[in-house]
């Protein structure tokens, strides 16, 4: 939902950063896989209850996460594989970011359960979208210039981002984060699945 909203105010100082690296020889690959192990890292915090340096960890992550697309723009390391383990590994963080959690308080197991569940369809809905988008050859410029198709929804990754920070902010409010979050997941899962029968049945 708020993707579109700062993807103008965020793109053109990744754009300059990303330049800088494409020249200096760095490949979009690179910073993706640096953002991951950065994003292990904020697991890990996670998990050992450290959670302001979860929370730098994790904001350092996400910048990796955007750096990687404007390197890629610059040409620098761009590919269709580029695209999927950029994906791939942000589900990761997304939801090893909430089992860590999970791991240093085991009594809110049960809510973390449930958020990591509420990602599955989310992500599964989103990605199910990509695949027969492309295989229609719909496209969509909203998200900026990305290697598949991204539907948005209720929760995307900025709000994400934001829930793994207020979760670093106020742990002892988990519950009712993972609980709430989880259940506009599933808003959007359900808003995707309405968005593909009237986009697919055709």
Not at 23 to 36: I, K, S
Not at 147 to 174: D, K, N, Q, R
Request: one cysteine or more.
């Amino acid at each position: 939902m708020l993707d579109p909203i700062l993807r103008p105010l965020i793109d053109k100082p990744l754009d300059r950063i990303g330049a800088r690296l494409a020249r200096a020889g760095v490949p979009a690959d690179t910073v993706t896989l640096a953002g991951f192990v950065v994003g292990l890292g904020a697991m890990a915090a996670m998990a050992g209850q450290s959670y302001w340096t979860a929370l730098a960890l994790i904001g350092l992550n996400r910048l990796l996460d955007g750096l990687d697309g404007a390197v890629a723009r610059q040409g620098a390391g761009s590919s269709d594989f580029g695209g999927y383990l950029d994906i791939v590994l942000d589900f990761i963080v997304y939801s090893g970011v909430v089992f860590a959690f999970a791991l240093g308080r085991p009594d809110h197991g049960v809510a973390a359960a449930f958020l990591v569940f509420s990602f599955v369809g989310t992500g599964s809905s989103f990605l199910a979208y990509a695949i027969m988008a492309a295989k229609r050859g719909i496209t969509s410029g909203m998200h900026g210039h990305k290697s598949l198709y991204f539907l948005g929804g209720l929760t995307e990754g900025t709000e994400t981002a934001l829930v793994m920070a207020a979760i670093c902010l106020a742990p002892g409010w988990f519950d009712w984060i993972a609980v709430g979050f989880g259940a506009a997941c599933w808003l959007t899962t359900l808003g995707r699945i309405l968005a593909a029968r009237a986009a697919f049945r055709r």
